[in-house]
Every structure is written in structure tokens, then in C-alpha cells.
């Protein structure tokens, strides 16, 4: 009996295919990383081809795990928000390279359009900053600078990556879900539909958008070819919402966090879409059928990406996990502090021109100071944007991480200390790629809706309380602030 659910999550450095039993049990697990290219400083793209090319290998193998495609009930999606991909709707070949999120090739756009005084229009439709984080800008620079998308015409399709695997799962249905639209600055939050003023602002044309639907829908099904059978696409979210879904936050003011890559905090606010005075973001959370619900949101660009280029860039860990050893083994931060503006400051600075620094060095640091100081500055991020919350007027009594940052338990345990707050994280901590399988499970018709599939399909969870004294904990977030400050100049 088909009761098994596959679920495709497209994150900014590899694709992982998962397959969950209906109750929400993992039952195995693909990945495969691929490429990111950086053609020039703040550039960050990706081949569409190759995120293609990993994705079938992953789902492959898990359809193969499961005993065939006649086993899966559904397929849901999850991917990375904000990144474009373009291509030849004939062939189904990208034409271009695939424009990442935290790509700022287009912040002087963003700034003139503020300059002419256009933010707080956009902002009232799509709940969104200008910045170029946001997917609008990104399309409207790739069809001005790239004559080959000028000259494909209407055998052009754009979409989000979601968008683009169901294009090629499906054989050609081009279709994209209401949280990814909700992340492009083309889409009017409120209506529930691509707005032809903000399309026509950014020079996206609406006819070569995907149709938006809801987050439970069931969108397709994959091309009998490609699996050994049809299977329905019935669930899609982005990355950040599928993860609020995952760790069961739908009532309002239910709050999670997700350290990936970058870091995400979504609280949600049901049916009332949220408004901010400090630079927060609305934002659709889930689309089910007609009914919509809202939540605010501080996007934080740099987290999981910095320990990798502490490993990568810089040599300093053998490996992630090696940075909860280091953190460990020494007693204290020793005055080091790491402001990770790799790519820019994010909620609630959103200055895209800021760069990293690395403060309070002397020959008595060593790189197990850099480790800790770039897992306390997950924690002093996450605090800047607590702020930011209880001054819109949503306090977190509690905090939900997950993402594979969150498998540390040093940093659990530094969060909890310092926002002073009780941190819960589930045991299976992929709590993005459970939100989907909740969705397709709920499309699938495996549960009446998606409040009985979280309530059924979230596991156990591990709770951390505050252990630092005021003092001290009020210390480093001096210390902090003087480094962010000096960043901010």
C-alpha cells in the first residue's frame, strides 16, 4: 500500500532526498552536494542542471529503498527560497546560470529604487524589504544583462527552484507554491496573486511566472519514466516555512528557528498577516487550500555557511562538528568576537554593503577562540532579532531550533543562555524536510489537514534551559555590540 512519503529538499549546497514512513518515522536518507560558483565578489550562482541531476540521482535511490514507486503516496518539496532559475520551457535545459539568495549583484538597484521612494509601496503588497536577497531584482537583472533570455521569448520559464524541479519532474507543469512566490517582491501577500505593478517594477513579466499554488495542492505527478510509475507531487514549501511546519509552530506566536546555511526565525501569526516597525518581514507561512496563514520573520544570511568556510576557506576545522570541541575546550570567547557579514548583514540591519570582521585577537588566541566565536555568534544574532520581535510586539517564550547547526548541543546550550529562554529541539532535527512530508502526507490524503498530520508526525524533543548568570551573559553582549557597531560605521 502506497503510504510512504518522498521528500526532495533542495537546500544551497546539496539536494537530499528523505523517505519518511506515514507517521512520520525517517526511513533513509540520499544526498549529494553540488557546486556553487562565484564568478565575482558578492556573485553566488548555481548550475540549475546540476541541482537536477542530483535530485533524480537521490530520489532514485530512495524509490529503489521504499520498493518501488508504486509504494510512495506522495512526493513534497522543500528548497532553498529566493534563488532563480531560468529556462527553455522546449527543452527543459537551463539558459542561464541559476541566481543564488545570497547573490548581492543587484543592492545599487535595490538602493535607487529606495532612493525613489518605492520601499514602502513594495513592503505594503509583498511584505517585503528591498534588498537583494529577494528573488525581483534578480529576474529583472538576468533578463536586461543575459541576451539569451531576451531572445528565448516566450519559450522562457522563470521560477524558483521548486518551481523548476517540478517542471522537470512533471514533463513541463509550471507551477510554483504560495511561500515561494511569497519570497520573490512579484507577489501581493494579501491577494494571494502575482501583482502586475510590482512585476512591471522589477521588469519580471507576469507570463513567464509559474501559476501560484496552495502548499498542500496536488500540483502533478512525475513522469512515469522517470521512477518506474507516476507519483503525485502533493506537497511544497520553502525551506524556512516547511521547517516552522516541521516543528509543529502554527498556532500564532508559536516561534522556531532554523541554522542552516543562513539562520531563520519565523513566528507565526494565523490568518492576520503581521506588520513591522523594525524591519522584520511579513511573509506567508502556509497556503492551505483558500486559507492562508501569516508569519514574521528575521532572515540571518550567514550561520552553517560560516562554519563551512572556517573548514573550507580557511583550513582552521578538519570538520563541522570539530567546532564544538574547540568551543568546548577553552573557558571562555577571550575577547574574540566574529561579526559573520560574509554576505551582508540580514535582519534587522539589512545592509547588504557590510563586511565580516574578526575583533579582540592577540597572541594568546588560537583557533579554538575563532570556532567558539563564530558559534557565539549564531547566538548574538539570534538575540539582535529577539529584540527586534518583542519590539514589533511578538516576545518568544520559547525558541524550536533545527537544521544541522542545531545538532550541536554547545550552541543549544549557548542560545538558551544567551536569550534566556528555554530551546527546544526535536531528536530528528531535519525539521524541513518533516514539514514537507507533513504537507505532501496532508495533500496525499494520509491526514484531514495539516494541524493532525504536525500533531502525528513531530517526534520527541530535548529541551535546554539558561545556565549563565546576568552578569556575564550581559558582558559578552557588550562586547558584541561594540564589535557589530564597528561594522555598522
Not at 2 to 29: C, N, Q
Not at 165 to 183: E, K, Q, W, Y
Not at 456 to 482: C, N, V, Y
Request: a negative charge; hydrophobic letters at 45%; proline letters at 4%.
Amino acid at each position: 500500500m502506497a503510504e510512504k512519503i518522498i521528500v526532495i529538499d533542495a537546500g544551497t549546497t546539496s539536494t537530499r532526498t528523505m523517505l519518511f514512513a506515514a507517521d512520520g518515522t525517517p526511513l533513509g536518507s540520499a544526498q549529494r552536494e553540488f557546486r556553487q560558483y562565484y564568478p565575482g565578489p558578492g556573485l553566488v550562482e548555481h548550475d540549475a542542471a546540476e541541482i537536477w541531476t542530483a535530485t533524480l540521482a537521490c530520489t532514485r535511490a530512495m524509490i529503489e529503498k521504499a520498493g518501488g514507486a508504486d509504494r510512495i503516496a506522495a512526493i513534497g518539496i522543500t528548497n532553498q527560497r529566493e534563488t532563480v532559475v531560468f529556462w527553455d520551457r522546449a527543452t527543459g535545459e537551463p539558459l542561464a546560470p541559476a541566481i543564488v539568495w545570497q547573490d548581492r549583484r543587484t543592492a545599487a538597484d535595490c538602493a535607487a529604487l529606495k532612493e525613489a521612494g518605492h520601499e514602502a509601496a513594495v513592503r505594503a503588497k509583498s511584505g517585503l524589504l528591498l534588498d537583494p536577497y529577494f528573488s525581483g531584482t534578480k529576474i529583472g537583472w538576468a533578463l536586461e544583462n543575459w541576451p539569451q533570455l531576451r531572445e528565448a521569448g516566450d519559450r522562457l520559464a522563470i521560477g524558483t527552484v521548486e518551481s523548476w524541479l517540478v517542471f522537470r519532474l512533471t514533463g513541463g507543469v509550471h507551477v510554483s507554491d504560495a511561500t515561494n512566490a511569497a519570497r520573490t517582491l512579484l507577489m501581493d501577500i494579501g491577494r494571494g496573486g502575482w501583482d502586475a505593478g510590482l512585476c512591471d517594477l522589477f521588469g519580471a513579466p507576469i507570463g513567464l511566472l509559474p501559476e501560484i499554488a496552495g502548499c498542500t495542492a496536488t500540483v502533478g505527478a512525475t513522469a512515469p519514466d522517470l521512477f518506474g510509475g507516476a507519483i503525485p507531487i502533493s506537497g511544497m514549501a520553502g525551506d524556512q516555512q516547511a521547517a516552522t511546519i516541521g516543528q509543529a509552530c502554527l498556532s500564532p506566536g508559536q516561534t522556531k528557528a532554523t541554522f542552516g546555511t543562513g539562520a531563520f526565525i519565523l513566528s507565526a501569526s494565523g490568518t492576520r498577516r503581521p506588520a513591522s516597525d523594525n524591519r522584520l518581514l511579513s511573509t506567508i507561512l502556509v497556503q492551505e487550500g483558500d486559507t492562508r496563514l501569516y508569519a514574521l520573520e528575521g532572515s540571518v544570511f550567514v550561520a552553517g555557511s560560516l562554519i563551512k568556510w572556517l573548514r573550507d576557506g580557511l583550513g582552521l576545522l578538519s570538520s563541522a562538528g570539530e567546532s564544538e570541541g574547540l568551543a568546548r575546550s577553552i573557558p571562555d570567547n577571550g575577547g574574540v568576537y566574529l561579526v559573520p557579514a560574509l554576505a551582508g548583514l540580514g535582519a534587522p540591519h539589512w545592509r547588504p554593503d557590510a563586511l565580516a570582521a574578526l575583533s579582540g585577537l592577540s597572541f594568546a588566541s588560537g583557533k579554538a577562540h575563532v570556532a567558539r566565536a563564530a558559534l557565539e555568534a549564531q547566538a548574538y544574532q539570534a538575540h539582535d532579532l529577539k529584540a527586534a520581535f518583542a519590539a514589533d510586539g511578538v516576545d518568544w517564550a520559547e525558541l524550536r531550533i533545527d537544521g544541522g547547526m542545531a545538532a550541536n548541543d554547545w550552541m543549544a546550550q549557548d542560545l538558551a543562555d544567551m536569550l534566556d529562554l528555554t530551546v527546544e529541539r526535536p531528536d530528528f532535527v531535519e525539521s524541513t524536510a518533516l514539514g514537507a512530508a507533513m504537507l505532501a502526507a496532508t495533500g496525499a490524503g494520509l491526514y484531514p489537514d495539516l494541524a493532525s498530520a504536525a500533531a502525528a508526525m513531530r517526534g520527541r524533543t530535548t529541551r535546554f534551559t539558561p545556565a549563565l548568570d546576568a552578569a556575564k551573559r550581559e558582558a559578552r553582549l557588550a562586547g558584541w555590540q561594540s564589535a557589530l557597531a564597528k561594522v555598522l560605521e
